[in-house]
């Protein structure tokens, strides 16, 4: 079945960087977006960022000038690009995806697992 896999999650200091991947596989006809979810302790989810397979993409506030998301629609991948890290980035970022699976007709929603990254102060 379709499967999306995140990569990418660590420790770093403030200040610093890390890129998440994600890649959709199995049986899928197409994928309409992805993105990234995030949830801190206490906290609901939020999106944090998401691109169309056209290119329209969409930014939290909290992350806009720091963050950048890309896309692969060769490789089904998606990428966050993550600068100049803050300790409220903190969370576990779950990676999303809107697929249409073969067999199927409509598009359905699929996440992963989630990638944890942790910046320290």
């Known amino acids: 079945q379709v499967q999306l896999v995140e990569s990418g999650g660590g420790l770093v200091q403030a200040g610093g960087s890390l890129r998440l991947s994600c890649a959709a596989s199995?049986?899928?006809?197409?994928?309409?977006?992805m993105g990234w979810y995030r949830q801190a302790p206490g906290k609901q989810r939020e999106l944090v960022a998401a691109?169309?397979?056209?290119?329209?993409?969409n930014y939290a506030d909290s992350v806009k000038g720091r963050f950048a998301i890309s896309r692969d629609n060769a490789k089904n991948t998606v990428y966050l690009q993550m600068n100049t890290l803050k300790p409220e980035d903190t969370a576990v970022y779950y990676c999303?995806?809107?697929?249409?699976?073969?067999?199927?007709?409509?598009?359905?929603?699929?996440w992963g697992k989630g990638t944890l990254v942790t910046v320290s102060s």
């Open positions: 691109i169309t397979t056209g290119g329209a993409i």
């Open positions: 199995g049986s899928i006809f197409s994928i309409n977006a």
């Open positions: 999303n995806a809107e697929i249409l699976p073969l067999r199927h007709s409509y598009a359905v929603d699929y």
